[in-house]
């Protein structure tokens, strides 16, 4: 998995902003490749639903799913399946690397704790009474 992705692949995981900071030199901080790749009970799987490469035959991209599995904090696993578009570029060598890799999940996401400006956007407001001006 990490050696299809360029030095300075530019990934857009979901909830976070953009990084480069996914490469074979340098794994992303928090939960890097080689971590994930690591965990007990690791499993991914992809299908590829679409793959087209560009005129000049140097980017293409593509479109799959995917189902991950790993074991949680509790030794239970976990599984996660969701959708991923990414870019590729073709290198000097003729290998094609990962240049840039966006993807979500298709599971639910957890509602998060109600801050006030939540809260306050769910408030509704009643009209103001109108004065009767004589």
Do not use: C
Not at 13 to 33: E, L, N, V
């Amino acid at each position: 998995m990490l050696t299809v992705r360029s030095p300075n692949t530019r990934m857009m995981p979901p909830g976070s902003h953009p990084t480069h900071r996914w490469s074979t030199a340098k794994p992303r901080s928090g939960q890097d490749g080689a971590k994930l790749i690591g965990n007990p009970g690791f499993t991914v799987d992809w299908q590829i639903n679409k793959l087209e490469v560009g005129r000049a035959g140097d980017l293409a991209y593509t479109i799959y799913t995917y189902q991950m599995t790993l074991n949680g904090a509790n030794g239970k696993p976990i599984t996660d399946q969701g959708k991923d578009m990414a870019v590729w570029k073709k290198q000097l060598d003729g290998a094609w690397k990962m240049v840039a890799d966006t993807f979500n999940s298709d599971l639910a996401v957890r509602s998060q704790a109600k801050t006030p400006e939540t809260k306050h956007q769910r408030i509704k407001h009643r009209p103001r009474k109108r004065r009767r001006t004589a």
